[in-house]
């Protein structure tokens, strides 16, 4: 065989060998979709004060294990202790100014007993001057002075009782029904909270992550200072919007990462994204933006997918958030399933080179 026909054969062999290895792709993207776009994510909480002050002493560091409950950091308790004991002040004193109107209840109330007698008193002597003026004992003069006393009497009655029924509203409900003891042990209650808030807590187990925050800062209600990455880890992975149209909620999958070379692990499809950023529509009144791309071949669209392992979660758990992984889906069929876990396995071999 010449020269020039041994390399017509390899021109031929490699060409027939680039179109097998085209079709496989094509076969493979539709029955055995694979990608490399797969990570680990934590969800991150941001920890913010929900009071303001002097950071007086950060009690973690960078990368520590906390459980929920655990202090992070402290901010200066004297303003909150002052406000603590100003509404203590006020709750005395709204019982000291209840006993007040107790007492001032009280006093019209004996008032009133005592107008009631004088009542009394000019009822009879109107009574017994009307009989001493009908025997002509009396002049006019002297009864019609006698029933403006008893009319007097009766109006000092109905006005004692007037100051007395404003007095019960000013006092209001005894005991802790009261609304000036309500008004300040709800003010004692939000200072005694305020004074808690000065400890600040993680509210959930995982590692402290970036912490820049140092004594002396200042903390402001509401802006995060730190960050805790919980234990809580999740699997996803992004395919081609094709490569996803054979596969369903259930699906087996396996599952290479990058930190783990030559370990395969297996999974299920446990649920679908609803969609991605590019999709989502905002009311911000302005006109609808078209996409533009100079290419006559688009990029195609992404759609992500959760994963679950299986028998290895906590594995995830303890992975830093970001870790990349590898992502096969396998067919139903036998033959399928059995390609597509070759051809993860290979790949979990390239981890170890690259």
Do not use: C
Not at 43 to 55: A, D, E, L, Y
Not at 81 to 109: G, S
């Amino acid at each position: 065989m010449t020269p020039d026909q041994k390399f017509a054969r390899y021109v031929r062999f490699s060409l027939i060998g680039f179109i097998l290895v085209f079709i496989y792709y094509l076969v493979a993207d539709m029955v055995l979709p694979v990608t490399p776009q797969a990570r680990v994510y934590h969800p991150v909480v941001q920890i913010s004060p929900q009071i303001s002050g002097r950071v007086t002493s950060v009690q973690v560091t960078n990368n520590q294990s906390v459980k929920a409950g655990d202090i992070l950091f402290s901010i200066d308790e004297g303003p909150y202790n002052l406000a603590k004991e100003q509404a203590q002040l006020a709750l005395d004193d709204a019982k000291l100014q209840n006993k007040r109107l107790d007492t001032n209840v009280k006093a019209l109330e004996a008032q009133i007993s005592a107008a009631n007698a004088k009542q009394h008193e000019q009822k009879l002597l109107k009574s017994r001057g009307e009989k001493l003026y009908k025997q002509k004992s009396i002049s006019e003069q002297e009864l019609e002075s006698i029933r403006a006393n008893f009319e007097a009497s009766k109006a000092n009655v109905a006005a004692l009782e007037a100051q007395l029924a404003e007095a019960v509203l000013a006092r209001g409900d005894s005991g802790n029904k009261n609304l000036a003891m309500r008004h300040a042990a709800n003010q004692l209650a939000q200072a005694e909270l305020d004074l808690s808030y000065t400890k600040v807590r993680a509210l959930s187990d995982g590692v402290v992550a970036n912490l820049q925050l140092l004594n002396g800062a200042y903390a402001v209600a509401g802006s995060p200072l730190l960050a805790i990455v919980a234990k809580k880890a999740d699997l996803v992975a992004d395919f081609r919007e094709k490569s996803l149209t054979n596969m369903k909620q259930g699906t087996q999958a396996r599952v290479v990462f990058d930190s783990r070379p030559g370990e395969v692990y297996d999974a299920i499809l446990e649920t679908f994204e609803a969609g991605v950023s590019s999709g989502q529509l905002s009311a911000n009144g302005l006109l609808s933006t078209t996409e533009t791309s100079n290419r006559w071949v688009r990029d195609a669209q992404r759609q992500r997918i959760h994963l679950k392992l299986i028998n290895h979660q906590d594995l995830i758990a303890n992975m830093p958030s970001g870790s990349r992984a590898t992502v096969q889906l396998l067919p139903e069929s036998t033959i399928g399933q059995w390609f597509g876990s070759a051809q993860i396995r290979f790949i979990s071999w390239l981890h170890y080179i690259y």
